[in-house]
C-alpha cells in the first residue's frame, strides 16, 4: 500500500502542479466560548461553507491524507515538522508543512478503483465552516477578506464545526500559502492569542485527528 501511494506521488509530481503549505490546527470536543469570540472578532469577512469531506485514512500513516469532496480528491503528504510555534504564554501549536495535489476528471476513476481494491474506509465529516484569509499589505499592515477572494500569498483562517456519529467537535485552524512564513503574522497572532488558551497536544493535521477517533473505535 505504502508502495503504491510512493508510486502516485512521484507521478503526480512530475505531470501535476502541486500546493505547499503551512499549517497549524487545535482540536477541541467542545465548543469553547474563547475560541466562539475569536471566531466572532476576527472572522468577521468569513464565507460560511457547509459542506461533507469523505477521508479514505490510511493506515498507519498519518504522514499522508486521501479524501473526496465535490466530486474531486485531495492527496497531501507531510513534508515537514517545524519546531512548535508559541504565540504566547498560553498558545502553541505544531507547525506543519504539506504538499498538496488535486485529483479530478479521468484520474480519479484509478484513484476510485484502487481504494476499493486496498479496502480502504472510507470516513465522512460534516463541516459547517466560517473561512477568511487575510493578506499584508504594503506596510505590513494586516487585511482580512472571505474565503472567496483570490490572491497569491497570505494566510487562511478558519473555525469548522465537524460532526459524525451523532458526535460534535470543533476545530480551529490557520494555513500558509503562497510561500508566505510565520515571522510575518507572527506579532498579528500573538495579540490576537494573548489570552487565548491554545494547549500544544490538541494541536495536530486531520490524518491524525482521525486516526485519534478511529483508534478509539476499534
Keep these: 500500500m505504502e508502495e503504491f501511494v510512493l508510486r502516485k506521488i512521484e507521478n503526480y509530481s512530475r505531470q501535476t502542479s502541486s500546493q505547499l503549505t503551512r499549517e497549524i490546527r487545535w482540536f477541541f470536543g467542545t465548543e469553547n466560548p474563547q475560541k466562539h469570540r475569536l471566531k466572532e472578532r476576527y472572522l468577521t469577512h468569513a464565507d460560511f461553507q457547509h459542506r461533507i469531506d469523505t477521508y479514505y485514512p490510511i493506515p498507519g500513516r498519518i504522514d499522508w491524507g486521501l479524501k473526496s469532496r465535490e466530486g474531486k480528491y485531495e492527496l497531501k503528504r507531510l513534508i515537514a515538522a517545524y519546531e512548535p510555534l508559541r504565540f504566547s504564554k498560553t498558545a502553541a501549536g505544531k507547525h506543519e508543512g504539506w504538499e498538496k495535489w488535486e485529483i479530478t476528471g479521468e484520474e480519479i476513476k484509478d484513484w476510485e478503483a484502487w481504494i476499493s481494491d486496498n479496502g480502504l474506509q472510507p470516513f465522512s465529516l460534516e463541516k459547517r465552516r466560517w473561512v477568511s484569509k487575510m493578506q499584508l499589505d504594503s506596510e505590513g499592515k494586516v487585511e482580512m477578506h472571505g474565503y472567496n477572494v483570490r490572491f497569491e500569498k497570505g494566510c487562511q483562517i478558519e473555525y469548522t464545526e465537524l460532526s459524525w456519529d451523532s458526535r460534535v467537535c470543533f476545530t480551529f485552524?490557520?494555513?500558509?500559502?503562497?510561500?508566505?512564513?510565520?515571522?510575518?503574522?507572527?506579532?498579528?497572532?500573538?495579540?490576537?492569542?494573548?489570552?487565548q488558551t491554545l494547549k500544544l497536544e490538541n494541536s495536530y493535521g486531520y490524518p491524525c485527528f482521525i486516526e485519534k477517533i478511529l483508534g478509539k473505535s476499534r
Design 173 to 195: 485552524g490557520l494555513e500558509l500559502f503562497g510561500g508566505e512564513v510565520w515571522d510575518k503574522f507572527l506579532s498579528f497572532f500573538s495579540s490576537v492569542f494573548e489570552n
